[in-house]
C-alpha cells in the first residue's frame, strides 16, 4: 500500500509545503504562501537591522499550504503518515505559560518585541558580545566552544537577552521561548505540555550551545551572569532534545479537522531548513551542500571518529544528529547571498520606483506591465553583461558582508565595502563585483574546514540561486576550482523534511537510506574553467586585503 508524507519548509518570504510518495520520493502537490504582514516590512526597522515576522503570517501559511497539497493531491487520508517541519533559524519566539505565542496575546499584537525574530535581525550584536566575553572569562567551560569559538548576534540567548532589556512587558510575560521549528511543531501536535514537547537538537546544538559534555543547555550559574531572567528562563526550556527522526507527537484533532487529514498522522521533530536540505540533497561524508537562497548555509557532516572533540573555529557549530542521525553536523554560511544582490537591485531601482512609477505620462496599466517586465529581467540582463565583461577589463573589488559575517567567525558589526571604482564602472561592472564577493566569501568558508582539516571532495548546490543563475555558479566554480553539483529539486528543504517524516513515521529504518531513495537527482554540473582560475585567484587576494583593511582599520576604529 502506498504511503505518502508532506514536508513543510518555511523561508524567510514563504512557506511551502509538498506532498510526495514515500516509495521514491515524487512530488504530487505542492503549495507555496507568501507572507502578508512581512511582505509590508511591519514590525521591521532595516535601518536598526529589526526585522521580526508575526506568527500569525507562519500559521495562515501552514494552513493554506497543507490544506491545499491534501486536496490537490486527492491521496487518502489514511495514507498520509506524518509531516516534519523545518524552518529558518535562529528565530525565537516568545510564549506565555500556556504556550500561545506572545504576540496573539491580547496588549502585544503589534508589539514587534513580542514577535519571532528572525534570523537576520541583529539588533542583539552589543548582547552576542557579552556572552563571548563571559564565556571566555568567567572562569568555567567556554559554552561556545562547539559554536565555533563565537556566539552570534543571529542566534538564540543573544536575541533573547536584547528583548529582555528592551521591553519589561514582554519580559514578565515571556514564560518560554520556542524556535521557530518548535513552535510549528508545537502548534500542531495533541499534547501541549510544554515540559514534555521535544524539542529539535538541530536548533538547539547549533544555537543555543546545548550539548552532552554540560548536559544540555549552559547551566543557570552562567546564564544568570548576564541577567537574572535567562537563570529562570532555562528552569523553562528543556533539557534533552530529540533528532527529526523522531515522532513529537500525534496531530491535533482540531488541526486535523482544519487540514483535512487525520488525527492519526505523526509529527516529527523540527530542523532547520539548510540541514533538512542537505538531507534532501542526498548528503554523504565528504560533501559540503551550498545552501543558496537570501543568505547561505554550508552543511557537511563527520564521523565521531573524525571529528572527537575537536572544535573547529569559526563555525556556526558542530552537533552530534543535526543533520544525519549518528553523525556530527557541522554549520557554516553567509549572513547574505542573494540578499547582496536584491540590495543592489533596489538600489538601482530606486529611480524607476520614485520617479517613473510616479510619473502622470504612463497610465496605471503601463506602470504595472513596465513592472512585471523589469521584475522578470533585472539580475537576468545584469548577469548577462556582467558575465560579457572580459577579464582583462577592471572590475571593482566588493565584500559579501551588506549584513555581517556569519562565518568564518561571526561578526556582525563588519559592513561591505566597495573599491577600486572608476568612471569606467558601470551597473554590470558592479554586479560583477558583487557576485565574486559573495563566491569569494564562499572561498573562505572552504578554506577554514580544510585548515582546520575537514575534507571537501564535493560541493553541491542547492536553493532557488544554484539552479537559476547559471553565472554565479560557474564563477562559485572558478573560485572554488571545484566542480559545482546542482540537485534538480526546487524545494531540496522541503524534500529533506519528508525524507525526516518517513523515518519518524517506521517507513525507512534511517535517514540516510531514506535520503538515498527520496532525495533529489542532479541536473547539472558546473565545472571551472582553467583560464579562469588563475584570474580569480588574484582578484581573491584583492578581496582578502579590502577585507583585512575594513575590519582592523575600519570597523575596529568606529566601535
Known sequence: MKTYVIGLDYGTDSVRAIL???????????????????????????????????????????????????????????????????????????????GIPLAMVPGFEDNPNAMMVLWKDHTSILEAEEINTLAA????????KYEGGIYSSEWFWAKI????????????EAFTWMEHCDL?????????????FKRSRCAAGHKAMWHHDWEGLPPTAFLEKLDPYLGTLRGNLYEDTYTSDEIAGSLDP??????????ATQIAVGTFDAHAGAVGAKIDEHALVRVMGTSTCDIM?????????????????????????????????????????????????????HLVMTSNVLDEAQKEALKQDVEENFIKTLSAQAEAIPLSESIPIALDWINGRRTPDADQNLKSALSQLSLGSKAPHIFKALVNAICFGSKKIVDRFREENVVINRVIGIGGVARKSPFIMQTLANVLNMPIEIASSDQAPALGATVYAA?????????????????????????????????????????EALGHFIENEVTKKLK
Open 20 to 98: 510526495v510518495d514515500t516509495k521514491n520520493g515524487e512530488e504530487l502537490a505542492a503549495a507555496v504562501y507568501d507572507y502578508p504582514r512581512w511582505k509590508k516590512q511591519a514590525y521591521c526597522q532595516a535601518s536598526q537591522q529589526q526585522f521580526r515576522q508575526h506568527p500569525l503570517d507562519h500559521i495562515e501559511g501552514m494552513e493554506h499550504t497543507i490544506k491545499a497539497v491534501v486536496e490537490k493531491s486527492q491521496v487518502p487520508v489514511e495514507r498520509i503518515k506524518s509531516i516534519c517541519i523545518d524552518t529558518t533559524g535562529s528565530s525565537p519566539v516568545p510564549l506565555n505559560r500556556e
Open 503 to 543: 523515518v519518524a513515521a517506521g517507513i525507512y529504518k534511517d535517514v540516510v537510506s531514506a535520503s538515498k531513495q527520496m532525495g533529489s537527482d542532479f541536473e547539472a554540473v558546473y565545472q571551472p574553467d582553467p583560464q579562469a582560475v588563475p584570474y580569480y585567484q588574484e582578484q581573491m587576494k584583492a578581496y
Open 137 to 144: 572569562h568567567w572562569g568555567g567551560e567556554d559554552f561556545t
Open 161 to 172: 537577552l536584547h528583548v529582555a532589556r528592551a521591553d519589561a512587558a514582554v519580559k514578565k
Open 184 to 196: 510549528m511543531t508545537y502548534l500542531l501536535i495533541e499534547d501541549k505540555d510544554l515540559k514534555r
Open 254 to 263: 482540531d488541526w486535523a479537522q482544519r487540514l483535512g487529514l487525520s488525527p
Open 301 to 353: 557532516v563527520a564521523t565521531q571518529q573524525e571529528v572527537g572533540k575537536n572544535t573547529i573555529r569559526g563555525i556556526c557549530g558542530q552537533v552530534d544528529g543535526s543533520v544525519l542521525p549518528g553523525f556530527v553536523g557541522l554549520e557554516a554560511g553567509q549572513s547574505a547571498f542573494g540578499d547582496l544582490l536584491a540590495w543592489f537591485k533596489d538600489v538601482l531601482s530606486w529611480p524607476i520606483d
